[in-house]
C-alpha cells in the first residue's frame, strides 16, 4: 500500500486546483495583490455563487485566503503550495534536458553524416 505525505496530498490538491483555467485566473489576478471578491468575479463570465465555488476550491488547496470584514470579503493569494508544485515539476527539467540534448546531438551527427556523404 502507498502512503502519502502530507505534502504529496498538499500538491495533489494544489494541481487538481490549478488545472481549471477559471481558477489559475483567479490566481494570476491575485499575484497582483488582495482584492474584494466581488471585484475578481467581476472579470468572470458567472455567477458570482459559480465564481464563489472556485474560490473555495482554491482555499481547500491552500492557495487562497478570504478575509472577511462585515459583508466584504477580500482574497489575497497564499503561493506556498505553488513552490511544491514547481519542485515537483522542476524534478523532470534534469530528464527533459538530458532527452533534448540527445535529440540535439542525434541530428548533429546526422547532419555531419550528410556533409561527409556529400564531399
Not at 466584504?72 to 534536458?97: G, H, I, K, S
Request: with cysteine; hydrophobic share 40%; net charge positive.
Amino acid at each position: 500500500m502507498v502512503h502519502y505525505s502530507a505534502r504529496a496530498r498538499n500538491t495533489d490538491r494544489a494541481l487538481a486546483a490549478i488545472a481549471d483555467p477559471t481558477r489559475r485566473a483567479i490566481v494570476d489576478r491575485l499575484a497582483r495583490g488582495p482584492a474584494r471578491i466581488s471585484d475578481v468575479a467581476a472579470d468572470f463570465p458567472m455567477t458570482l455563487t459559480g465564481f464563489c465555488k472556485h474560490v473555495r476550491i482554491l482555499e481547500r488547496a491552500g492557495l487562497v485566503r478570504r478575509k472577511r470584514r462585515g459583508r466584504e470579503n477580500t482574497l489575497r493569494l497564499q503561493p506556498e503550495p505553488l513552490r511544491d508544485v514547481a519542485e515537483w515539476v522542476l524534478q523532470y527539467r534534469e530528464f527533459w534536458t538530458a532527452r533534448l540534448d540527445r535529440l540535439e546531438q542525434f541530428f548533429a551527427d546526422r547532419r555531419a553524416a550528410t556533409n561527409l556523404k556529400g564531399e
